[in-house]
């Protein structure tokens, strides 16, 4: 496996900072947010000292039931191309439901959501990984993502599930311990568990991260100081295996450099120090099993310690030839999928078996994070709406579940007020117009009401 060394999550708010950090090996982009043909300067002066850029997609969703999206694939390879990347990586998660395989409207989660541990959802992943790992140039790794919620009639534990999927398709692993710390504290999933049932020799790469608990649940943020429970995690993995990279994740409320450079040495340090611990294990371990093969007469059996038999794939044992997933298997994958994403986003009756104390909290963080994200992508709304912003979008997303992209939801909750007609005559109502014909174009959207909002559009313009 290749050797990374330390790492820090890329963003262009801490570009900068990134820069100028010592000790500093590698970074993550994530893979959306970079357009090959205009690669960032920040990161191609990385790149011209010699750091690994590893592009990380968040929107190929390849635990979902449909197969993965050519185009979606294509760009997520071509951004592996021009950053000269030793890899890529995804989540093992579904992001949208819906669509021809059940026959309703596309739904957009806007988020990470996790796939039940059945060997149906196994089936529809591995065929989905191997069409991936087919249309990429390079290797891919796949990340275990936190959840709120938990799916009923599971049929294996994480690290099982974790496992068979290496055992067959050879895929990497990138494991983010405070995503296990996410899912002790939010399902009482044991990390300890999950770290021996998964096989550590398929690890790519570590994430650690911060966030925070509310009410007995924990939020993955990425935005809080990493806590001591995810670092305890790290120590023990670390004592396990030694990590080819680890990587620091920061989305946002960014702290002064010094104090990523702080955490930074706190991860490095916790890495070495079990890495430490468990050469002196290890020592004591091979005294122990040349006694024992002494006195027996021979050699303890290759593999007697653990872990996977070496082959072919980086050291994994090679997959067995890939059988697609029965059509069947994803049917019943898209349905149930599209019933649970349909009860989050969009307030249709929760499906049997789920905590629906667990779905309300999930739901009210997709409407949060789907807010935030459009406040990214389209500053201009909230400066013009003010303080006003973010009670407006929350009311226009709890009717209107994300069918596009963030950009579309934008341009769509620009609409819908401007349909209400409450800012009429108004400067914000003016500005909102101004930008709203901007970026919509001489073409109406699809589906959409456009001479009643392009008549109220001039109602509002005419007021000046």
Known sequence: MRRLGT????????????????????VEAV????????????????????????????SLGLGGADRPDEGRLTALAERALALGSPLVTEHIAFVRAGGDLTATQLLEAGHLL??????????????????????LPVPLAVENIAALISWP??????????????ERTGVRLLIDVANLHTNHVNRGEDPAKALDELPVEAIAYVHVAGGFERDGVWHDSHAHPVPEPVLAILTDLASRTTPPGVLLERDD?????AE?????????????????????????????????????????????????????????PAPPAGLPAPAEARQRAALAQV????????????????????????????????????????????????GAYRADFLAYAHARPMTGGYRLDALRFAEHLLLAGRLEGTDAGRRLSDWWLERSGPAPLPRRPAAKLLRATRRILSGR
């Open 153 to 166: 009639g599971e049929e294996m534990t994480e690290g099982q599930f974790l496992y068979e999927l290496v």
């Open 260 to 316: 990523l450079e702080r955490e930074l040495a706190t991860i490095r340090a916790t890495v070495e120090a079990a890495g430490d611990l468990a050469g002196g294990l290890d020592t004591k371990a091979g005294e122990l099993a040349g006694g024992l093969g002494a006195k027996a007469g021979g050699a303890l059996p290759k593999g007697a310690w653990g872990g996977l038999p070496s082959g072919a794939h980086g050291g994994l």
């Open 31 to 58: 893979a959306e947010n970079v357009c090959p043909g205009h690669l960032p300067d920040s990161l191609l002066r990385l790149r011209e000292r010699g750091v690994e850029v590893v592009p990380h997609g968040v």
């Open 114 to 135: 996790p796939v039940p541990r059945t060997r149906d959802a196994l089936a529809v992943l591995c065929e989905n990984v191997r069409i991936a790992q087919d249309a």
């Open 339 to 386: 019933a649970l994403l349909s009860a989050l986003v969009a307030g249709t009756p929760a499906p049997e078996g789920f905590d629906c104390a667990r779905l309300k909290v999930q739901s009210h963080a997709l409407a949060a994070k789907r807010a935030d994200v459009v406040a990214k992508v389209a500053p201009e709304l909230p400066d013009i709406l003010g």
């Open 253 to 257: 409320n960014f702290p002064e450099p």
């Open 7 to 26: 790492g820090i999550g890329w963003r262009p708010e801490i570009a900068d900072a990134v820069e100028a950090m010592p000790g500093i090996d590698w």
